[in-house]
């Protein structure tokens, strides 16, 4: 194996592992299963869109917009546990996506949660970073692993349709809570690894 090879495998892995396409789309699953499929593919767009130019924007321009405006890290990983939390808590209680108090967020379900904090979280922001502070070609194999990765994550809520035309609406609200208690699990972790963050920079 190469050693350019070895260099790109040990910046898309973990990106993959942080990002993880499959828990993604169990999420996107459980809060798009009673939309249309114009609808789906609207979400799909937005998602796959709006995450990846988060993390692009921030491999850019990360350690200089949070050192400007004074935000660390652990910062972004409470606030992403928060929404986060509150999505997981809607999921659970309504077994249904998450509404907002004028309606159904099915508009903009795609950025908030999905894109971000799902796919552009706290874990996959730090973690792009850190990734593009080891020279030129560290910056290079980050953006061609977000390609790639997106490019999976897009393969995986398109062909999602062909798994929710095999469950009934029951078994979706079943698996939508199922999923909320998953999604309070990021959550939760998000905090711990603040908290951790924090005591460790001390």
């Known amino acids: 194996m190469s050693f350019a090879l070895t260099e790109f495998l ?39 869109i709006y995450g990846f130019i988060i993390l692009v924007f921030f491999a850019f321009f990360g350690n ?52 971000t904090p799902l796919l552009a979280g706290p874990g996959a922001i730090s973690l792009v970073i850190i990734l593009v502070n080891g020279g030129f070609s560290h910056f290079v194999f980050t953006l061609i692993s977000l390609v790639i990765v997106f490019a999976v994550i897009f393969l995986f809520f398109t062909f999602s349709d062909r798994i929710l035309r095999l469950m009934g609406e029951k078994v979706l609200k079943v698996m939508t809570r199922v999923l909320g208690i998953l999604v309070a699990a990021f959550a939760i972790q998000y905090f711990l690894d603040a908290i951790l963050l924090i005591y460790t920079g001390l």
């Open 10 to 48: 040990k910046i898309f892995i973990p990106l993959f592992v942080v990002i993880d396409p499959f828990g993604a789309m169990l999420v996107f699953m459980a809060m798009t299963g009673s939309l249309e499929r114009h609808e789906r593919r609207v979400v799909t767009a937005d998602a796959v």
């Open 64 to 115: 200089e917009l949070l050192y400007f405006f004074g935000i660390s890290i652990a910062a972004i990983e409470i606030a992403g546990g928060i929404i986060l939390l509150i999505m997981s808590i809607q999921m659970v209680r309504e077994g249904d996506r998450p509404k907002s108090a004028g309606g159904n967020v099915e508009k903009d379900v795609g950025i908030v949660p999905l894109a």
